[in-house]
């Protein structure tokens, strides 16, 4: 917007006119104090002001404008009919002028100049904001570097006061900082550790897990310089990220020997216990056996003696099987689980199997939504082992809706999607994810409902060495859906060369 300054109003309205026909907006005082008053709280591009003006005349306007912070950049043509002579023109320019014009107007030459001059001021003030922008931006990076840097400098003395190995790296995956407790393992700042010669490199895992951007956990032996005896180490790296973008890496390597000592001790000790339980319980078994033979064969004095035989041979087989999952995890563990894989077909596996929970819980409706036949590749014991434990799961935690639905079905993928629903206590959704952990067991049932923990577990690793995938679906108090899917013979023999060792 322009602002016209004249104590006459002829001016003023001769001069609008010829500045609104070329689209200018425009503003009039008709004094010096009014245009003050004005200025103070518009803003303008340009100020024409005439020097002749009773009170104040123009070159005092035009120093108080330059007074103002808010209007010192404002351009100023003045105006004027009689102080044409040079040191007036020298004046008018002493005291903030852009340019002096004598009247009368040229309107073409009025306009010529107030055109050069009102673009002249908006790429001033254009240049003014995007300068202002950049020293924000700079004084703002400046203080994101300060913080930065700080942060880096709190990071590093933590890293060093922590029992391990610690290192940070940049972006791009340079490593940039390690600990002391580096050098007790490697001579280079920049090279990790070697490891066991069985194990993964380490610095061929660093390059994979930048160039994906991914975290990076795994396993490796090392030996401190000078020594010879290699300890199992756990290695975590974490990407720091702000706005999805890495900026650093933060990684230790944490000893792990003696957490490694006490699983093997462990398994150890589960194994040797379980199959030290398991001698004399085949001998209870099988005089247990013999007992219900010779009692078959003799009148029954006592109408309690059935009842009795029947609950011991419920508990006995209980401990049967607890022992057995005993034995199976051991095996997991140690990796000695043995795997006797064919071609066999599922349907009547899956019909003698539910078959046979319907005789040993008579009092639950197991029933079929479909059992499509299909071929698979595998152990057929072991896919038996693991549709006994869905079916258990089943009855054991629905007792007050005894409805169970099995499903067996071929998929679009040329896989067998086989699931078991029930329709009891459910499980939460935080919980779901470790329903297939190794001793996990949901607190609110834990006590209603006996159990170790591992059933689930063995089921899963018998799954993951049949290429399979699993999971399960469930709404706390509505009931539960497991399932495993597997693929079909002809994928599952192509396969499973690739699969987890036996």
Known sequence: MILIVDDKPENIFSLKKILEINDFTVDSAFSGEDALKKILKNDYSLIILDVQMPDMDGFEVAEAIRGYSKSKDIPIIFLSAV????????????????????????????????????????????????????????????????ELRERVQELRSILETIPHIAFT??????????????????????????????????????????????????????????????????????????????????????????QKQAEKKKDEFLSIASHELKTPLTSIKAYFQLLERALQNQPITNIDTDKYLGRTRFQLDKLHNLITDLLDMSKIESGKLKFDKKNFDFAPLLESTVEMMRQTHSDYDIVFRKNQSATIFGDELRIEQVLVNYLTNAVKYSPDNRKVIIDSHVTDDAQLLVSVQDFGVGISAEKKDHIFSKFYRVEETSHKFQGLGIGLYICSEILKRHNASFGVDSVENEGSIFYFKIPLAKNMAANDSQACPS
């Not at 320019?93 to 073409?108: E, L, N, Q």
């Not at 194990?199 to 897990?209: G, I």
């Not at 990220?241 to 000893?255: F, P, S």
Request: contains cysteine.
């Open 83 to 146: 102080n044409t002579e040079k040191r007036f023109i020298t004046k008018g320019y002493a005291s903030g002028g852009i340019d002096y014009i004598t009247k009368p107007v040229d309107p073409d030459i009025l306009i010529l100049k107030v055109k050069t001059l009102y673009k002249l001021y908006e790429q001033t003030r254009a240049l003014n904001e995007a300068q202002l922008a950049l020293r924000a931006e700079i004084e703002f990076r400046k203080q994101a570097q300060s």
């Open 169 to 258: 790296a940049r972006a791009d995956g340079q490593i940039e900082f390690v600990n002391q407790h580096w050098f007790d393992y490697s001579l280079s700042e920049t090279a990790f550790p070697e490891t066991h010669f069985d194990d993964l490199d380490l610095d061929e895992s660093w390059k994979n897990a930048v160039a994906s951007g991914s975290d990076l956990c795994v396993e490796v032996r090392l030996k401190k310089i000078n020594s010879e005896d290699y300890r199992f180490h756990k290695l975590s790296v974490s990407a720091i990220r702000e706005n999805n973008t890495i900026v650093k890496w933060v990684g230790t390597l944490t000893d792990i020997e003696d």
